[in-house]
């Protein structure tokens, strides 16, 4: 595809569910970036990529939210046990590398009820 | 204190007004990107810049490095510029640090 494609794009979990949100990135694109976007807020960095390479999960708010990117193309991002403020929207973006315009997804919306 | 600020957060225009969106920043970046997010959650980069001034259409992006100020300009404003704006810093390599956003509307 042309952009940044994700999916789902909606997805309603139950509390302690485990969901895997998939994103595709632009084709040849070396940087790989997940973010979390609350209601009302601007987005928060969860986790980059590198190729396959995660270089920074800095971001990752507990040992429940997990990432990959194996193949250093689509990147997974896994949430184990959700909680209902994991509710949010999470944000894939790619870019060519460092320094290059980022592309963004239109967003995997997460509602744990 | 964030180390991005953005004013004002709310801003109602009339069609036709120029409009004026600031963003501060403390820390230090490599670029400066600004970004808009329609309803839905689709967000597009509008500029990246690291200094000096471009222009894109009605749009305008300043930056003033020694300040860590930047400011979007959208010349002879129309509704379907209503959106989010985002102003986000590069504080290494692409990792970005994000704004709060301002709400923009547009009124006919």
């Known amino acids: 595809g042309a952009g940044v494609s994700q999916s789902p794009r909606y997805k309603v979990a139950k509390r302690g569910q485990d969901v895997a949100l998939r994103c595709d990135p632009i084709s040849g694109h070396v940087s790989l970036f997940w973010y979390q976007q609350a209601l009302g807020q601007g987005p928060e960095f969860l986790t980059y990529f590198q190729n396959e390479a995660q270089l920074d999960k800095s971001g990752l708010p507990s040992d429940r939210f997990f990432a990959e990117r194996p193949e250093g193309s689509v990147s997974t991002l896994k949430i184990q046990r959700t909680q209902q403020e994991d509710s949010a929207v999470y944000l894939c973006a790619s870019s060519p590398g460092p320094g290059n315009t980022i592309y963004f997804g239109e967003g995997s919306w997460l509602t744990v009820v | 204190k964030n180390e991005v600020e953005q004013s004002p957060q709310n801003l109602t225009a009339q069609e036709g007004e120029f409009i004026t969106i600031n963003c501060s920043y403390s820390?230090?970046?490599?670029?400066l990107h600004w970004l808009q997010q329609h309803p839905g959650g689709g967000i597009v980069s509008l500029f990246m810049l690291s200094s000096g001034k471009k222009k894109h259409g009605r749009l305008i992006a300043t930056i003033n490095i020694q300040e860590k100020h930047s400011s979007l300009h959208i010349t002879a404003s129309h509704p379907r510029d209503s959106a989010v704006y985002i102003c986000?810093?590069?504080?290494?390599?692409?990792?970005?640090?994000f704004g709060a956003g301002t709400i923009l509307r547009v009124k006919s």
């Open positions: 820390v230090g970046i490599s670029a």
């Open positions: 986000a810093v590069g504080i290494y390599g692409n990792k970005l640090v």
